[in-house]
């Protein structure tokens, strides 16, 4: 079987996702363009260089709609007979779309692709598209379904985490993205946003809060109590599925969830002999892939069995891993992998994470591969696993390896 | 047979449709009433000479709705024959609204105007909202709304359908989900009817409105151009809000167990995406699968049919009428204060008896306090009340009860005070009065022995809080006669709640099945099952209370009371050691419920449940190994459905329905299911004796399936095929 291999990994720098945010004012089209000219101009591919590409994208509407992914080929410099699959597995998105185009190239279907993602959720707000299972009584009952941030203090009263687990988590992504910056450990695949003039829009995550403490946190107000407690009373639905739990703990808050961003990424993935079609030096190969789907209501337990899977599948251990990136949806998804697995907190999202630097939904599943890979190098460690938590109930991982 | 509707054309060509089914106090609606009423609006629609209709009754209400014996048919013929005759009612009721209106032009239609005297409920307010205008007459006493979901279905005639479309699915939800009532001006306020009109201009503004209708008052909105869902249709920002959160809020409070909420909530999201006549299919559809669902039969059943039967006296034996002038109730506590008041609202004069003056006062002052309550939420005027306290005389002389033709003894629970205010009664009150003691614990021929006339002697045996418990257990005594009995019906009947009889066994009929399921949820704590898990099982199958908080209410010492009596009756047979292992310990602990602010739960200073106790666990160690939520919901299920079980085969219960709707109504047992016999028949007798055979082998001889249910399940009978009223009669 041909190997797949990434050549590059690159992202935008992250802005807040909201009208006073430095991205607001580029469209999705754009900074998707901008991501693949990048790619391109890096590597110094022209022509029909790439077999496809495969970009994440949630909320497909408006904008981001009507297939985003050939829209941002046409916009771009690309040639047109690339064409452009968009793809939406919520949060892991920009995930999947490695993933995909690393098994296409593993299967023999086309020698490369560019995969990654977008998500301008200060343009297309996070649930425009609407969604049966939040709003079709007959799914929306089925699955006891209810907002992710419900769930996610439903893993903090399953799994015992406190109100002082989660800050302390989002205080040090905080603290490792900031010295992670200062570090200019981000430089290789940061792109900059520019204008049409080449003027710099932004160059730099925008949303991290170095200043974080655990008392300025404590401050904050447990965001989905009174949606889970009084209206429209979430919490019931969800002890229906848990009836051994008496009520929810509700420790979540701005603070230890993930933050509301625009951003983009974009991987460049390809065999063994595109690279040397193209003078170009594999960085990694992609070891493994695995998604599941795990139970709707708790939602955001999927890495826990994902991981499981993708090691089983691949034959390893959780001791051959040597670095993770466990997206930082809300800080009790990555409570929860570490404790399931016994995994050190030193290993586990070193530069800080989606609490500090926040989650534009379809990127960041490439973005963590791109920020694992440049942690590996930088460290000269050699394997890695990413992994994230996905609405409705479902877990992607990627586990890739230095060569 | 008299035609439910007449119609007549007066000279101004305004035909009027006049509903009035002959030998009824309320008009419903049966299959043939329908198919006359097509057959006017055709007739109407077609007479050239006809400029427009009133749809009327000739009743002082409206309509109380389907007839839901014709549902109970209608499910006889399956699915096909559902979908097929709702679709028919559809058509009749779109005719109506559309009137003879020229598709695309919308012109060209007849005014059709309802006009309600009162009560419109159900198909009766479905029709009046086909038509173009709803005129109700200003009867404060008339009841309007959409009651289906109280009996496990939802309107479907249309009903769910146009009322969202004109209000928006935010404001139609608690008349559709909770079936909400209003009297004529809150309809009107709420924008389910149009017009409130005084009682003797009804017929009049009606015809008024026919004759000066403009073409646009003819047009639904739904059916007008560019119409949009008031408060936004489903994938609207607005309505997506609504839709998300009302599932959360329809599962969380129904517990997901009632088919017919959830039918209707998805009728009403699906509909809301396509235009009004797909919308009918997919309610029709809903409502077809809701009529098929063994759980809408059984609650309809239970509910609406037998409950009304066991009212209106089913049981009673065929002597003369019984009604009550005057009673007398010995003891003014808060049973006695409960049973003065619901007696005194019905109209009967009450002598209130204490041995204290100021217990017998503060007896009445309960009333009291409950028609203050009402007062401030205004249903009770001053003139009620005074009326009502006027009714109650509160002493201490047992003289006072000369002249009552009934008694109800609620004095404390001990033989000795009971056969002490037996015989002080019996001295005074009239040789043919019946006396009745409300005990929930003592066997009623054990008290008739203090009785001189114990044929005349009775149980009658109330629920607490008695003005809120629908359930009356009557029990007769070895030696009461069918006078007694009677009597005791025909006050139940007064007092306007729900009456069974039962014979006299220890515990009676619902005390016997409640206490075996606190006892199996105590045990479960003394197993180390999760108490939340015991608790949260019983809510997740329909039960009001999970069991220890039901043993939190009713109180721990009660328990430990009950426990101690039954140890002494039973001997070394006793079964529940286990159970006493907790309960005495709770009551050492001074933990004894609600009352004390301490018991299974924790409570703060005001009486406020906070939580389970956690130190609970200190003692009774939650164990590492739970079982599942279904063998706890078996466990707690079974504890009680079994013991109905043995009480009909021992003859304690007579009438299965009066098994089922005691059950509902007395503790709240799973309502969608129909009750304990209409559960077991949903699940089959087989599959009952197998669970049963199962938790028999994990858990004790306690589960043991009752010779009655083996012998059922061998042949395949249910409990409703094998115990069929008419079958009992024969």
């Known amino acids: ?403 | 047979m008299t035609a439910d509707f007449t119609y007549a054309v007066d000279a101004d060509g305004v035909a009027t449709i006049t509903w009035d089914v002959a030998r009824k106090s309320m008009n419903v609606m049966s299959l043939e009433g329908f198919a006359l009423l097509d057959s006017m609006i055709d007739r109407a629609l077609a007479d050239q000479d006809v400029r427009g209709v009133i749809i009327t009754s000739g009743k002082k209400d409206f309509a109380g709705g389907m007839d839901l014996n014709v549902i109970a048919q209608m499910r006889a013929g399956g699915a096909q024959a559902i979908f097929d005759g709702v679709m028919q009612m559809h058509g009749v009721l779109r005719k109506i609204e559309r009137a003879g209106m020229e598709p695309n032009t919308l012109k060209g239609a007849k005014p059709i105007v309802a006009a309600l005297p009162g009560t419109a409920l159900g198909i009766g307010l479905e029709l009046p909202l086909s038509c173009h205008r709803i005129i109700a007459a200003d009867n404060p006493k008339a009841k309007i709304g959409l009651p289906e979901i109280m009996v496990g279905i939802f309107p479907g005639a249309g009903g769910t359908t146009r009322l969202v479309r004109k209000m928006g699915a935010m404001m139609a939800a608690p008349f559709l989900l909770e079936g909400k009532l209003s009297d004529p001006k809150a309809a009107k306020g709420a924008g389910i009817i149009d017009e409130v009109v005084a009682p003797e201009d009804l017929l009049a503004r009606a015809k008024e409105w026919v004759l000066a209708a403009k073409e646009a008052d003819l047009v639904k909105p739904w059916d007008a151009k560019g119409y949009k869902m008031p408060g936004g249709a489903p994938y609207h920002p607005a309505g997506f809000q609504t839709f998300v959160g009302a599932s959360a809020m329809v599962h969380g409070k129904t517990m997901g167990v009632y088919p017919a909420a959830k039918a209707l909530l998805a009728a009403v999201y699906e509909g809301a995406l396509v235009p009004f006549d797909a919308a009918l299919r997919i309610e029709a559809r809903h409502f077809t699968s809701v009529l098929m669902n063994p759980s809408s039969a059984a609650m309809i059943r239970s509910l609406f049919i037998n409950k009304e039967a066991l009212e209106k006296g089913a049981v009673r034996p065929a002597v003369a009428d019984q009604a009550v002038r005057k009673l007398g109730v010995l003891g003014a506590g808060m049973m006695g204060a409960g049973i003065a008041y619901v007696s005194a609202n019905a109209g009967i004069e009450v002598v209130l008896i204490d041995a204290a003056q100021e217990a017998a006062d503060r007896g009445k002052s309960y009333s009291e306090g409950i028609l203050d309550k009402g007062m401030k939420r205004g249903k009770v005027t001053a003139e009620k009340k005074a009326e009502v306290l006027g009714r109650i005389t509160a002493t201490t002389d047992y003289a006072a009860l000369a002249g009552c033709d009934l008694i109800v003894e609620a004095v404390f629970e001990d033989p000795k005070v009971k056969a002490d205010v037996t015989a002080k009664a019996e001295a005074v009150i009239p040789q043919d009065a019946i006396f009745a003691t409300n005990t929930s614990t003592l066997p009623i021929s054990d008290l008739a022995r203090a009785s001189a006339r114990p044929k005349q002697f009775i149980g009658i045996h109330f629920f607490s809080p008695v003005d809120k418990m629908m359930l009356v257990e009557i029990i007769k005594g070895r030696q009461t006669g069918d006078v007694a009995v009677a009597k005791a019906l025909d006050f139940v009947r007064q007092i306007r709640k729900t009456p069974i009889v039962v014979n006299d066994a220890r515990f009676f009929y619902a005390n016997r099945c409640i206490i075996p399921y606190i006892n199996e949820g105590i045990r479960m704590v003394a197993e180390g099952v999760e108490p939340a898990l015991v608790e949260n099982a019983a809510k997740l199958v329909g039960l009001p209370l999970g069991p220890l908080q039901l043993v939190d209410e009713t109180s721990i010492d009660l328990g430990v009371k009950i426990a101690k009596a039954t140890r002494v009756a039973m001997g070394d047979a006793y079964p529940d050691a286990a159970v006493d292992a907790v309960l005495f310990w709770m009551a050492d602990e001074g933990r004894l419920g609600k009352k004390a602010n301490a018991g299974f739960y924790a409570y703060d200073a005001a009486g406020k449940r906070l939580g389970l106790w956690d130190g609970l666990a200190g003692k009774f160690p939650v164990a590492e190994d739970q079982p599942t939520l279904t063998e706890v919901q078996h466990r707690l299920l079974m504890a009680q459905v079994l013991e109905a079980v043995r009480a009909l085969e021992e003859g304690v219960l007579t009438d299965i329905r009066e098994g089922d709707v005691g059950a509902i109504l007395g503790w709240g047992f799973a309502p969608w299911s129909g009750g304990p016999f209409s559960w077991l028949d949903i699940l089959g007798a087989a599959r009952a004796v197998e669970i049963c055979e199962g938790l028999e082998a994990a858990h004790g001889a306690r589960f043991r399936a009752p010779a009655l249910l083996r012998e059922m399940a061998g042949k395949g009978e249910t409990f409703y095929g094998r115990f069929a009223p008419e079958k009992r009669a024969a």
């Open chain 1, 1 to 403: 079987m041909t190997e797949a291999y990434i050549y590059d990994a690159i992202r935008s720098p992250r802005g807040k996702g909201r009208a006073d945010g430095s991205l607001h004012e580029v469209t999705s089209v754009s900074l998707s363009a901008q991501m693949l000219n990048a790619m391109a101009a890096r590597n110094g591919l022209a022509g029909h260089v790439v077999e496809d590409v495969i970009w994440g994208n949630v909320t497909q509407v408006g904008e981001q709609g009507g297939c985003l992914a050939r829209s941002s080929v046409l916009m771009s410099d690309l040639d047109e007979r690339i064409p452009g699959l968009s793809i939406n597995r919520f949060c892991a998105s920009g995930m999947e779309a490695v993933n995909l185009a690393a098994n296409q190239v593993k299967g023999g279907a086309g020698a490369a692709y560019i995969a990654g993602g977008v998500e301008m959720m200060s343009r297309v707000p996070m649930g425009s598209d609407g969604a049966a299972i939040a709003v079709d009584p007959r799914l929306a009952m089925k699955t006891y379904f209810v907002p992710q941030g419900i769930s996610a203090d439903l893993i903090a009263t399953e799994y015992g985490f406190s109100r002082q687990d989660a800050d302390a988590l989002a205080v040090e992504s905080q603290r490792r993205a900031a010295a992670a910056w200062a570090d200019n450990r981000f430089a290789r695949s940061i792109v900059p946003v520019r204008d049409m003039n080449g003027l710099t829009i932004l160059d730099r995550d925008e949303f991290i809060r170095p200043d974080t403490t655990m008392e300025g946190l404590a401050a904050l107000k447990a965001s989905f109590k009174d949606m889970g407690e009084v209206m429209p009373g979430f919490d019931k639905v969800a002890l229906m599925k848990y009836p051994h739990l008496e009520r929810i703990e509700h420790i979540h808050h701005a603070g230890n969830s993930s933050g509301i961003v625009d951003g983009a990424a974009a991987v460049l993935i390809g065999s063994k002999e595109f690279g040397e079609a193209h003078g170009l030096k594999p960085r990694a190969r992609i070891r493994a892939t695995a998604k599941i789907g795990t139970d709707p209501t708790i939602m955001l337990t999927g890495p826990v069995p994902v991981t499981e899977k993708i090691l089983k599948d691949s034959g390893m251990a959780i001791s051959d891993i040597d670095l993770f990136e466990v997206n930082e949806a809300f800080a009790s998804v990555v409570l929860r992998f570490m404790q399931a697995f016994d995994v050190d907190a030193a290993k586990v999202n070193v530069n800080g994470g989606s609490i500090a630097m926040g989650h534009p939904l379809g990127a960041t599943g490439a973005i963590i591969i791109g920020t694992l890979l440049d942690e590996l190098e930088r460290t000269g460690k050699g394997t890695g696993l990413a992994t994230l938590c996905i609405a409705s109930g479902m877990g992607a991982a990627t586990i890739i390896e230095r060569v």
